[in-house]
């Protein structure tokens, strides 16, 4: 059975409650790169041309901040995070990228197209420190997009990406600041040159607080493995507890990002919904898939090793939408683990609203914590509805893939189901699909909730 065509699924911006924190936090980035055009205008610029000088100046500019912004975008910092999901804000600096690249390419076209002379200054022999500066940002930012774009084409492992992608965007800024020292400071009013200190400084400590405190603290609150489970599916679970500290305080169905047999510096952390229910003792369990490196390894964790976690991120949670008439959790293979954690959460409160848990696998020996789901049925008011793939002989489920049928089998009826609010999680090409067929359903667009487990 082929799925229906789609259209990409994408994260939304945030309703309801969130919308004033999450129009605060737009604000100020808008003003963090708009304010050197700002500055740059009541500014003299260096002299040259026209508009389209100006134009040019200004592009290079607003390039830069934008360039500058990039890394708060992805710093983690939890309270601006909070009203859009840290998915969101990894999706906006993706796509930030490729208009970055549109801007500061825009910046040599224009000043060359107003004025030729430019073009002699460009002769890479004789050119000076400060344009040699501005080319080489320009490359690296190039490449750091190419490479980003390309990585699962040309199979760069996770973390050597990771590690060239930040080399490489300090890098582009730090050379973009040393272009834009040489050839602007000498004209520019001590206003600019503030601004420019300002930003530097701000990125400045952005990277010290990523890079050195957060790691610190991350250091100085560690947990310990209490167990590992093998899991159906080839998948684990782990189970984490606080060693020394009271854990950390989540919302169900959000993620955190977990270091094992590494120290917090080392950038070897992954993202992993947490599929416990917030507890008082702070134990923590992932529920996880083996895929690669770090994942097929976890059958090697032995109990009371040492682990870091950082979270709790994301805005994949019910306890987001408390007015919800029922829940319709839909999940494909190990998209099971954050419904895991809502659904033990909804148990642990006693939660008497309707709910239907989807889980679609290839077969039924296949389907990660398919007995805990079983279990919750009789403490919820939860219709279980395991999808296979490769059904057994004689089964008297469903089969195939989660189709717009299969759906409305099991949701409520169409008045009834518009109050409901519905979380999707698993492979790309499903959740594109169930989230198209609950539309047709009448589910509106904001009650549709996706957490996609491919950040970058
Ligand atoms: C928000 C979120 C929640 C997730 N929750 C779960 C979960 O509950 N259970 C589960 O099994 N998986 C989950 N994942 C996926 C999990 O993070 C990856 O499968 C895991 O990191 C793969 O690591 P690996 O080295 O074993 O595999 P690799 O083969 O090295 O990586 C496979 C792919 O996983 C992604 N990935 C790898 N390392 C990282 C990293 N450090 N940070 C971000 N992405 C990475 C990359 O896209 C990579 O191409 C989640 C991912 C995200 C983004």
Known sequence: ????????????????????????????????????????????????????????????????????????????????????????????????????????????????????????????????????????????????????????????????????????????????????????????????????????????????????????????????????????????????????????????????????????FAMREHPFSIASAPGADGRLAFTIKELGDFTRRLGEIGEGERAYVDGPYGAFSCDRHPDAAGYAFIAGGIGVSPMAGMLRALAERGDKRPLLLVSANAALDRMPLREEMAVLVGTLDLRFVPVLENPPEGWQGESGYVTEEVLARHLPPAEERRDWHCFLCGPLPMTRSVEISLRRLGIPPDRIHVELFDMA
């Open 1 to 264: 059975m082929a799925f229906s065509p789609s259209r990409p699924t994408k994260p939304r911006l945030p309703t309801g409650s969130g919308t004033a924190r999450a129009a605060f936090w737009i604000g100020l980035y808008l003003c963090a790169v708009v304010a050197p055009l700002g500055v740059l205008l009541s500014s003299t610029t260096p002299a040259g041309g026209g508009f389209v000088w100006e134009a040019g100046i200004g592009f290079g500019f607003a390039g830069l901040a934008m360039m500058a912004v990039q890394f708060l975008l992805t710093a983690r910092f939890r309270r601006a995070a909070a009203p859009f999901g840290i998915d969101l804000i990894y999706y906006f600096h993706r796509f930030l990228a490729y208009g970055i690249v549109l801007v500061v390419l825009l910046h040599p076209v224009l000043l060359a197209w107003e004025n030729p002379a430019v073009l002699a200054s460009c002769n890479l022999r004789e050119a000076s420190w400060s344009m040699l500066s501005g080319f080489g940002s320009a490359l690296l930012l190039l490449a750091m997009v190419l490479v980003s774009a390309g990585r699962k084409l040309i199979r760069l492992p996770y973390e050597a990406w990771r590690i060239s992608h930040l080399a490489l965007a300090i890098g582009a800024v730090g050379l973009g600041f040393a272009h834009m020292a040489g050839i602007a400071h000498a004209s520019a009013s001590p206003i600019v040159r503030t601004l420019w200190t300002g930003i530097g400084c701000s990125l400045a400590t952005v990277v010290l607080w990523v890079r050195f405190l957060r790691p610190l603290l991350l250091l100085r609150r560690p947990w310990r493995v209490e167990s590992v489970r093998r899991e159906p599916g080839s998948a684990w679970t782990m189970t984490l507890a606080p060693d020394g500290h009271p854990g950390i305080s989540f919302q169900p169905g959000q993620f955190a990002w977990v270091t094992l047999r590494h120290s917090p």
